[in-house]
């Protein structure tokens, strides 16, 4: 599936090739504790950071969910670093 993203390395938005599945992608809940991040998703040159919005994910190189344990606080505190 192609998906329009917002690449922070390259300070644009691109379109990229990915397949969801459940070995690259850990999907979130909407709740209580959880209202910002949707799923975090590795691709080949980093991590995918999508929200409970209609906000473009943003593409985050050189990191993966597991440098982050995935953790959505992690998550949306390395986005929010970026911006």
């Not at 209609?54 to 606080?73: H, Q, S, W």
Request: proline fraction near 1%; avoid cysteine.
């Amino acid at each position: 599936m192609e998906k329009t993203v917002y690449n922070f390395a390259k300070g644009r938005l691109e379109t990229i090739g990915i397949d969801f599945t459940q070995d690259n992608t850990t999907w979130f809940d909407y709740s209580e504790e959880n209202t910002k991040i949707n799923m975090l998703t590795d691709v080949e040159h980093g991590l995918l950071i999508t929200e409970h919005n209609f906000n473009y994910p943003v593409l985050i190189n050189d990191i993966t969910r597991k440098d982050i344990g995935n953790d959505t606080d992690k998550a949306w505190r390395l986005k929010e670093s970026y911006m």
